[in-house]
């Protein structure tokens, strides 16, 4: 059936995006996970990951919020990923938004913003104009990145932190909760306060 999906990860995360592909009018058949705890969850079966050998033509989402985990699922399935945006949510037409990518409630994507692959866009975020979000990118609740803002690969922003105009955020960074981001920050650095200064 054409409205039928997988999920990758059957925990906390994978719940939100059960319940989004739910309110697409999807079906979710079965989560797949590496170590499950148990054979259901919120009424949908858990397989053993191994499943995915026989499950190469149906529909996928990796419902895992760990990027650096998202990362290697991604590139050791072979399956045919989509994306999952929730209708209350504001995008722009002239916005791309790329394979396996989850977006959640309220949140807004605005003109010519790109993002990658296996992001997560949390509830209420708001991605401004001509963002270039690159793939395994979490950017969470109620976060703002403002207008140009680049952020490199599988970095995640905190709940409620701001990114300022033309900020370079680089690859694999933590920004703390709440912080404030008024310079570029370096690959692999962690970022915490207002205004935003680097920890680590």
Known sequence: MHNQIYLYGASGHGKVVKDLATINNLNVVAYLDDKP???????VPILHSTAVS?????????????????????????VKFISLIDKSAKISEF???????????SVVINSDAIVGKHCIINSGAIIEHDCIIQD???????ATI???????????????AVII???????????????????DVPDYSTVVGNP???IK
């Open 37 to 43: 705890k148990t054979d259901s969850l919120h009424g």
């Open 54 to 78: 026989s499950l190469i033509n149906e529909k996928f989402v990796i419902s895992i919020g760990n990027n650096k985990v998202r990362k290697k699922i991604s590139k050791s399935i072979n």
């Open 95 to 105: 916005c791309l938004i790329n394979k396996g990518v989850v977006v959640m409630p």
């Open 136 to 142: 395994y990118v979490h950017i969470s609740p109620n």
């Open 146 to 160: 403002t207008g140009g803002v680049t952020i490199g690969e599988g970095t995640h922003v905190g709940a409620g």
């Open 165 to 183: 105009p033309g900020i370079k955020v680089g690859c694999w960074v933590t920004i703390g909760a709440g912080a404030v981001i008024i310079n």
């Open 196 to 198: 935003g200064k680097i």
